[in-house]
């Protein structure tokens, strides 16, 4: 299992478990990420995401923060947060990416 003890080792995660359900529902492993900024309330966040002006709707907070690390003076601790907040998402997409790809490996190895 890629993550876990004795599985594939990840450079960003220890035992995280990606599917998790609430109320029988599964929740989305981005919102079980760390907050990517210790300074904006979560509203915010979420409006990053959801905002259809943004090139990449999903990755808005992840563009935000890039930017922030390119054009922002930061302290050096909240630049290593930032860093390594990016860090964990991009290793959440290539995952994702992934499982994808099993997933369509897996299908045309069952159809005929």
């Known amino acids: 299992m890629y993550g876990a003890h004795g599985g594939i080792p990840s450079l960003n995660f220890t035992d ?19 907050p990517v900024f ?13 905002d259809d002006e943004l ?3 999903q990755g808005g907070a992840a563009t935000t923060a890039y930017a922030r690390l390119q054009f922002e003076n930061l ?7 930032i860093e390594a907040a ?4 991009c290793e959440l997409d290539s995952l994702a ?3 994808i790809y ?6 045309s190895i069952r159809s005929p």
């Open 16 to 34: 995280q478990i990606w599917w998790q359900e609430s109320n029988g529902v599964a929740q989305d492993p981005y919102k079980l990420l760390p």
């Open 38 to 50: 210790t300074d904006l309330p979560r509203e915010v966040m979420d409006a990053l995401e959801s």
């Open 55 to 57: 090139e990449i709707a």
């Open 75 to 81: 302290a050096p601790s909240e630049r290593r947060n």
């Open 86 to 89: 990016l860090k964990r998402y």
């Open 97 to 99: 990416m992934v499982m």
């Open 102 to 107: 099993e997933a369509w490996r897996e299908w």
